[in-house]
């Protein structure tokens, strides 16, 4: 199948705009989608979008989208008692410069922001604290046909986490890679697979989230069709690749659907379009998944390990509590608790009440991944439970270093 590059297609991209979105059945039963409009400040077209690492009362979502100007733009969102986006507040600001910006925005290792570009098929990188790329790779080079249209990291429970995954606009293909760490800050690209067809000029894609209705847990993966006006599901197989001939529409009659992500507070799947009124919608009836917010600051050398979550912070699900950048091989204990807490400590400060401990050594990366498998119990909807590390270090003024604190808000 072949398609016509998007940017010959202003007329077209205005027609699909007339036509209403519907869930299909049987989804319609247990989703519904609320279309949040345009983002103030934020020009046409949208590209990729994302909920800002550690803050999810901020939306970050690319506008001049496939341009030699395009940018990432940050904007604050409002949300309802339940924790549900229901607008925008205030115009949205410059986060970085994202030329070329497509469908795929994305938080991979290191924290660093991916994003895929149109048309000349590369992953533009933006490292913690930069407001431009810091590398952009050129994906057609390392093995990808046709330009990008999105890419996205495989979640922790699915097959091959952590494996990079991109969908070939162009082509209709899927493709898998490896983020291998450059010594800088930034990722090559290396392993790309043999692309599998899937057709109808794919662009967002994300993991279903567990516990969403009428999908079993893990096993699928969710597709913005461009090309097709949709929004569709693919089975996925045992190495987490969609299987072609399982494509079921969950959503049609969208005028170009384009980036895709799941919101950590509520589970909400969100897209946005490319052209067809330049909108972001949410559609509800997905997995429920709380939220990982660090707090405090970490101290006591000049080594000084990041805490993180993963996985995701429902009910019934499995979260994960991550730590990075420390001293490689040095031994530390994790502390979690119900209560932070702001006690002085060895140089740092205490930021969690402790009441359990996790006695462990880091690894020779000085990463350490600590699994949460959490109950069912609908008493711990809304439970904060509060973790920080500490760590021996030789180079340190009191022989230790500790993480900020980390709080994981249970859903």
Partial sequence: MTFTPRLFLPVLLAVPALVAQTIQPPFNISYSYTDLGSVPGVPPSYGGITFKANDPSRLLIGGGANGSAGVIYEVAVTRNPSGRVTGFSGTATQFSTAPNIDGGLFYG????????????????????????????????????????????????GFPNPGMLRIASYGSGNWYDATLTADGNGTYDVTGVSPGTFIGSGPEGLMYVPPGSSLIPDYSYVIISEYGGGNIVLYQIDAQGRPIPTSRVVFMNGIGGAEGACIDPITGDFFFSTFGGGDRVISVQGFGVCGSFITYGAGGGGTTIP?????????????????????????????????????????????????????????????????????????FLSGLHVYFQSFYLDANAPLGVTGTAGLDMTVR
């Fill in 306 to 378: 990041q805490i993180g979550g993963g996985g995701c912070a429902g009910r019934g699900q499995q979260a994960e509590i991550r730590i990075t950048g420390g001293v490689p091989s040095a031994f530390g204990v994790m502390v979690g608790g119900f209560q932070r807490f702001n006690q002085p400590i060895l140089n740092m400060t205490l930021l969690a009440q402790p009441f359990a401990t996790f006695f462990h050594p880091l690894d020779t990366a000085g990463a350490f991944t600590l699994p949460a498998q959490l109950p069912i119990d609908p």
């Fill in 109 to 156: 290792p290191g924290g660093v922001l991916f994003f895929t570009m149109f048309p000349n098929g590369s992953l533009g990188q933006i490292r913690p604290g930069s407001t431009t790329p810091d590398r952009i790779v050129d994906l057609l080079a390392a093995g990808v046909a046709g330009s990008v249209g999105a890419a996205n990291i495989t979640p922790a």
